[in-house]
């Protein structure tokens, strides 16, 4: 028989990322040099330039980006077998403030039982959020700090490994996966990765991103509990503080 983490031990995340600087212009010189060696390759077979491709790539990468928002789901047990989510975000301009916020929520958790979940967050979420603690001098809460640990005594899941069984050539999105599943959600507050930027520095609507993060955070833990065979949460008990 299958067994899954008890639901109230998972820690539901996503991220939403932005470059450090507003555009290429801004970026410190000694980064632009650094940017410019990195993306030569793919400069040279897209035909454009590394600056062109500053606002379009920078913020996925750790080292030219910044995290913006972190949105937090926990599940919680009601009356009637019921259970409930609440999603929480971390955001703002100054990211170091909302790290140390986001490390504090972590660990308030027993380290022995806290899961932590993400979509394609093994490649993506998880190491991004350690590389900037580490970039803004903040030690590592355990249940990020994979120092001396071995596979089985890391506590990560991951939706897209999940779903991948096994196949590493498999790539499949959060959004394919709750239209696969049939979990709702508002298109108003969709915001595409690829106008995160846009929407932060150009049109300053960080309230936007946020909404549209803890959405995502939502889907997260539907899809998961479909992926696992488990009723998904009434909609009427998920709610976003």
Same mark, same amino acid.
């Given at each position: 028989?299958?067994?899954?983490?008890?639901?109230?031990?998972?820690? #539901?995340l996503?991220?939403?990322t !932005?470059?450090?600087?507003?555009? =290429?212009?801004?970026?410190?010189?000694?980064?632009?040099? &650094?940017?410019?060696?990195?993306?030569?390759?793919?400069?040279n077979?897209? $035909?454009?330039?590394?600056?062109?491709?500053?606002?379009?790539? &920078? *913020?996925?990468?750790?080292?030219?980006?910044?995290?913006?928002?972190? &949105?937090?789901?926990?599940?919680?047990?009601?009356?009637?077998?019921?259970?409930?989510? %609440?999603?929480? $975000?971390?955001? *703002?301009?100054?990211?170091?403030?909302?790290?140390?916020?986001?490390?504090?929520? !972590?660990?308030? #958790?027993? #380290?022995?039982?806290?899961?932590?979940? &993400?979509?394609?967050?093994?490649?993506?979420?998880?190491? =991004?959020?350690? %590389?900037?603690?580490?970039?803004?001098?903040?030690?590592?809460?355990?249940?990020?700090?994979?120092?001396?640990?071995?596979?089985?005594?890391?506590?990560?899941?991951?939706?897209?490994?999940?779903? /991948?069984?096994?196949?590493? /050539? $498999?790539?499949?999105?959060?959004?394919v996966?709750?239209?696969?599943?049939? !979990?709702?959600?508002?298109?108003?507050?969709?915001?595409?990765?690829?106008?995160v $930027?846009?929407?932060? =520095?150009?049109?300053?609507?960080l309230?936007?991103?946020?909404?549209?993060?803890?959405?995502?955070?939502?889907?997260?833990?539907?899809?998961?509990?479909?992926?696992?065979?488990?009723?998904?949460?009434?909609?009427?008990?998920?709610?976003?503080?």
């Amino acid at each position: 028989m299958k067994t899954f983490p008890p639901l109230r031990d998972i820690l #539901f995340l996503d991220i939403e990322t !932005v470059t450090t600087a507003a555009d =290429y212009d801004a970026l410190d010189p000694r980064m632009q040099k &650094a940017w410019e060696k990195k993306m030569q390759f793919t400069a040279n077979e897209k $035909n454009i330039t590394p600056a062109e491709l500053y606002t379009e790539r &920078a *913020g996925i990468y750790a080292e030219f980006g910044k995290i913006i928002v972190i &949105a937090a789901g926990i599940i919680h047990e009601k009356e009637e077998d019921e259970i409930s989510l %609440r999603v929480k $975000n971390f955001s *703002g301009v100054d990211e170091k403030d909302l790290l140390l916020d986001f490390k504090e929520l !972590v660990e308030k #958790f027993n #380290f022995n039982k806290l899961y932590l979940c &993400a979509h394609n967050g093994k490649e993506f979420d998880f190491p =991004y959020i350690c %590389r900037r603690m580490v970039v803004n001098g903040i030690p590592l809460p355990k249940a990020l700090d994979l120092s001396g640990k071995k596979g089985w005594q890391v506590r990560h899941l991951d939706t897209m490994e999940m779903w /991948k069984f096994g196949d590493r /050539k $498999n790539f499949t999105s959060i959004d394919v996966l709750a239209a696969l599943f049939e !979990v709702n959600s508002d298109e108003s507050v969709k915001v595409e990765g690829s106008d995160v $930027n846009e929407v932060y =520095y150009i049109e300053s609507d960080l309230p936007k991103i946020v909404k549209d993060c803890q959405q995502d955070v939502a889907i997260l833990a539907q899809v998961y509990l479909k992926m696992n065979g488990l009723p998904a949460i009434p909609e009427e008990n998920i709610s976003f503080i």
